[in-house]
Every structure is written in structure tokens, then in C-alpha cells.
């Protein structure tokens, strides 16, 4: 399994659009063990690209701090799934936490309808 965490500044970036690289992850979640990981710079923002981009490149969990709607649903189209509400920690930190069971969804840190990013 193949987990994406947007970063910035070595960290989850709250927005998940504009970050500067992802973290792509590869886990076992039999073993819960983390097999391999590299970093990628984030391509340019543009809406709608990042999904078809992410999944070109195995991606089957993207962990997000915030995440508009229209960005959510795409990734629902392209049968990514999305865990939003996440803090902004390290990236073995929140593999760790997801892969114990402790990093669930929480409510969407990012409503562009609202404003609140």
C-alpha cells in the first residue's frame, strides 16, 4: 500500500494544495511496517491535477491535513482514499500513528466554501 503526505518544511502541510513535496510511503499493513519511501516535488498547483497525478504513481492514501471538496471528491473518483484532519507532524510520526490505528478522519481542516484555510 502506497500512502501520500503532502510536506512542507519536513512536516504535514495544513493545505494540502500548495505543499512542496509528498512523501509517497509504501507500508505493509499486515506487518505494519514501513517498506520503502521517497520524496517528489509537488507539481505545479493546478485544480484537478493531483489526483490523476498521485495515482499514476501507485498512490492508494493520500493523509491530509485540510482538503477542499472538490479535491476530496476527485480523489474518490479516482479511487484514492483520503484521511483529512491530520496534525502536522513528521512523516514517521503520522505513518506510525496511521498504521497503530490512532490517525483516523477527523473533520476537513480545509473548506474553501467557507473560508477557513
Known sequence: ??????????RLAQHFGHCEKFALVDVDPATKETVGSTEVAAPEHQPGLLPPWLKDRGVNLVIAGGMGGRAHSLFEAASIEVLTGAPSECVPTLVQRYLEGQLVSR?????HDGHTC
Open 107 to 111: 473533520e476537513n481542516a480545509c473548506d
Open 1 to 10: 500500500m502506497r500512502l501520500a503526505i503532502p510536506i512542507a518544511g519536513g
